[in-house]
């Protein structure tokens, strides 16, 4: 399966906007390093929760990009 990208928002929704997928990763908005996306929470002020194995979630805008496969 190949990997593609969907958005924060799709993550956040699923069904088919988001598609299936076994695999997601986040690139940190920061410093750039892949993390795998453990789960997703509500947004706040426009940003997604995305929660991965640092202590806090990782805050995005709805259109940042989730890599899935």
């Known amino acids: ?6 958005t924060a928002e799709q993550y956040l929704t699923g069904g088919d906007a988001g598609g299936d997928y076994d ?12 993390r795998e996306c453990w789960d997703v929470g509500g947004d706040a ?3 997604i929760a995305i929660y ?9 805008p709805r259109d940042y990009p989730i890599e899935v496969r």
Do not use: C, N, S
């Not at 399966?1 to 969907?6: E, G, L, N, P, S």
């Not at 991965?52 to 995005?60: D, F, G, K, R, S």
């Open 1 to 6: 399966m190949a990997w593609r990208k969907i």
């Open 45 to 47: 002020a426009g940003e």
């Open 52 to 60: 991965t194995a640092l202590a806090e979630p990782i805050m995005v």
């Open 23 to 34: 695999e997601a990763f986040i690139r940190h908005p920061e410093t750039g390093v892949r």
